[in-house]
């Protein structure tokens, strides 16, 4: 079924409910991150009903009270992770209506959840039909058929411009990619630095890339916090990656940048004008910005990857050990 047709029934229920009141978004890891593009694009646009984010655990264990028949919830993992799949069961008794976003139609996602959205994933994967860009096609028809939202147009525009600037972008960061792996290989630690609709990519890159990936230790940092303490570790010995995105949080980027230009001296900037994203309406281009830029610095720690010999796959406790 359709994303279109998918919120047209939900709105036929949530109707006979009454009216919509909250939308949850529901993951954890990289799965979390991908589905904070819909979070954020609806908490900045939805003008009838709130809108709030979880990590699936937290949901099950600390479910939120007003969790009811007037509530969506959109939950995500690719293969089904066992806390996210009570995370759709909890949404389910709660009476609320579940959408299972998840990477294959036969996962314990797709079985539990009211509706399913299969999204690309893999070596392959089409970015256009990418967990972040499915969050964000969920988000804007909720706001189209729930608020008639006057900007849907220019976002349907924005899906299909993706792939071409994502290929577009690969091509632009190859050499900074290689660069970074050369003087940074060795590093231990790196703050990753981003803000508003960018701050999961940070969140991705650290957790997921350096962390998970590559056994780095790395820090999501958010440019607006940076100031209000962190900033005091800053030195020349400190490597940083600040994600600049293009929207209303951009001058939180350009302060830091300012500052970092000023008194660090291993900084690497990625800069989601650098990559083309501005092709996109300027009314929506904000919250395409992690659809964009997550690719992208997933490519750069590749090169890393490759360099170090120490695959992106590679792991010593995810699905070896008990946990």
Request: hydrophobic residues 40%; negative net charge; charged residues 20%.
């Amino acid at each position: 079924m359709e994303i279109k047709q998918i919120i047209s029934e939900v709105k036929e229920k949530i109707n006979a409910a009454g009216e919509l009141k909250h939308v949850y978004f529901v993951g954890c890891g990289g799965s979390q991150a991908a589905i904070f593009a819909g979070y954020y694009m609806l908490n900045s646009e939805a003008k009838t009903f709130g809108t709030s984010i979880y990590t699936s655990n937290e949901f099950v264990h600390a479910t939120p009270g007003m969790l009811d028949e007037h509530c969506i919830c959109i939950i995500c993992s690719l293969n089904a992770t066992a806390e996210t799949v009570e995370a759709v069961k909890t949404a389910n008794k709660k009476g609320a209506i579940t959408i299972a976003m998840t990477g294959f139609p036969t996962t314990e996602m797709a079985k539990n959840g009211q509706y399913v959205v299969v999204y690309s994933n893999g070596d392959n994967q089409i970015y256009s039909q990418a967990n972040q860009a499915k969050s964000l096609a969920i988000g804007f028809e909720i706001l189209k058929q729930f608020e008639n939202y006057e900007k849907y147009n220019a976002a349907m525009d924005a899906f299909t411009k993706i792939d071409q600037i994502v290929a577009d972008a690969k091509k632009y960061i190859d050499p900074i990619g290689k660069n970074f792996a050369e003087e940074y290989k060795d590093e231990e630690l790196f703050y990753v630095m981003a803000s508003g609709p960018c701050y999961s990519v940070a969140y991705t890159m650290s957790s997921c890339h350096f962390m998970e990936m590559q056994w780095k230790h790395a820090v999501t940092m958010h440019t607006g916090e940076y100031f209000h303490g962190p900033f005091e570790t800053t030195d020349k010995n400190l490597p940083i990656i600040l994600l600049m995105s293009e929207g209303r949080t951009r001058a939180l980027d350009e302060r830091c940048l300012t500052f970092l230009n000023r008194y660090a001296k291993k900084v690497t900037v990625i800069d989601a004008k650098e990559l083309g994203i501005n092709v996109i309406d300027d009314s929506v281009v904000e919250f395409f910005n992690s659809v964009i830029m997550i690719p992208i610095e997933r490519e750069v720690v590749c090169r890393m990857a490759e360099m170090r010999n120490h695959p992106m796959s590679q792991r010593r406790y995810m699905w070896k050990v008990q946990y």
